[in-house]
């Protein structure tokens, strides 16, 4: 689900980039954003806190106090105004990790987050730190709670009066100790099913549901789904597929295609083996539900028409052909009925 801010230029807000990755790296690369001669990173700082780090990721007590440091570089060949704000961070629907816009007030791990720098402009090749602190409350709930620290830059194109935010940032992932207690609950399913123009060839079922976070844990896992459309028969069951990582308290749409041969109704079921993520999160019952929905083989209808009219036209010629061949044959010779002499 993309942010968005609007602006009193009757504007509509637009995205360039934002680093939000969980996974750890040896040496992990800067975000960048780079517009024309506008460009700029964004890197967790080398300190006492770690070396290389993909992004900010902390074990802490209820009450811990952290302070830490990302560092800005402008890389780009004009001046660069920034704004800093640390906010929520959210898995949203489509999947992705996003934070909220500035002015979308937080209410989780964002609020715990304490950026000394609001703004800052950096010349060409200018490099500087943002210190921040997080206060972790003493009646921290245990479990994940995500953040994040966003550069923005915002400027607006006189042409189309639209006012456009540019945003890179890097993740905050904060575990605070206590039980673990992963858990994900399936909305409800849809189905929809697309014929092939190919009567022989099997069409696809569309199936779409929703992936709830319910736990207190970052949660990921794999799904797979079961088709049927012949009677029971010839049952297409897909691969386990990866999910997306899902923050707690986050719901994500979840799309899959399967092959399936219908002859009128698919029916089959979904199920979901979600994960929790990080040391001791663990696994989590598997959830999953049944779907069900008209397939209508339009192609493969049209040939069973097609073959069926044929038969019967071809039964209708012979049966035409027998009769006249044995009225034919039932005609008897006139007599001669001249006086014999």
């Known amino acids: 689900m993309p942010t968005t801010r609007r602006t009193p230029v009757f504007a509509l807000a637009a995205l360039i980039a934002l680093l939000l990755t969980s996974a750890s790296a040896a040496?992990?690369?800067?975000?960048?954003?780079?517009?024309?001669?506008?460009?700029?990173?964004?890197?967790?700082?080398?300190?006492?806190?770690?070396?290389?780090?993909?992004?900010?990721?902390?074990?802490?007590?209820?009450?811990?106090?952290?302070?830490?440091t990302m560092v800005v570089v402008n890389t780009g060949t004009e001046p660069?105004?920034?704004?800093?704000?640390?906010a929520d961070a959210f898995t949203a629907s489509s999947g992705e990790i996003d934070v909220l816009v500035d002015g979308s007030p937080s209410v989780g791990a964002g609020t715990w987050v304490r950026v000394d720098t609001g703004a800052l402009e950096l010349s060409p090749g200018q490099t500087a730190d943002i210190p921040f602190t997080i206060s972790v409350p003493a009646d921290a709930r245990p479990g994940d709670h995500s953040a994040g620290i966003v550069t923005s830059l915002t400027s607006t194109d006189a042409s189309t009066s639209l006012s456009v935010d540019r945003r890179?940032?890097?993740?905050?992932?904060?575990?605070?100790?206590?039980?673990?207690t992963p858990a994900a609950q399936v909305g409800e399913v849809h189905a929809e099913y697309l014929p092939s123009w190919n009567p022989f060839a099997p069409g696809s079922v569309t199936i779409r549901y929703e992936l709830a976070n319910t736990g207190n844990t970052r949660l990921?896992?794999?799904?797979?789904v079961t088709a049927s459309g012949a009677f029971g028969l010839l049952d297409t069951t897909t691969a386990p597929t990866q999910l997306s990582e899902i923050i707690p308290g986050s719901v994500v749409e979840v799309v899959r295609e399967v092959p399936v041969l219908s002859l009128g109704w698919v029916h089959g079921s979904m199920a979901v083996a979600p994960e929790g993520v990080g040391l001791g999160a663990g696994a989590t019952d598997a959830v999953g539900e049944e779907f069900g929905t008209v397939?209508?083989?339009?192609?493969?209808?049209?040939?069973?028409?097609?073959?069926?009219?044929?038969?019967v036209a071809s039964i209708l010629v012979i049966r035409r052909r027998v009769m006249?061949?044995?009225?034919?044959?039932g005609r008897r010779p006139l007599r001669d009925r001249r006086p014999r002499s």
């Open 80 to 86: 660069l105004p920034l704004s800093v704000y640390a």
């Open 324 to 329: 006249a061949s044995e009225s034919r044959g």
């Open 295 to 311: 397939a209508l083989p339009w192609s493969l209808y049209a040939v069973i028409v097609l073959i069926a009219g044929v038969a």
């Open 168 to 180: 890179l940032g890097t993740r905050i992932n904060l575990r605070v100790a206590g039980e673990l």
């Open 220 to 224: 990921t896992g794999t799904d797979t």
């Open 27 to 68: 040496l992990a690369p800067a975000a960048r954003a780079e517009d024309g001669g506008v460009a700029w990173t964004v890197k967790t700082a080398d300190n006492a806190n770690g070396a290389g780090r993909a992004n900010f990721t902390y074990d802490v007590e209820p009450g811990a106090v952290i302070s830490d």
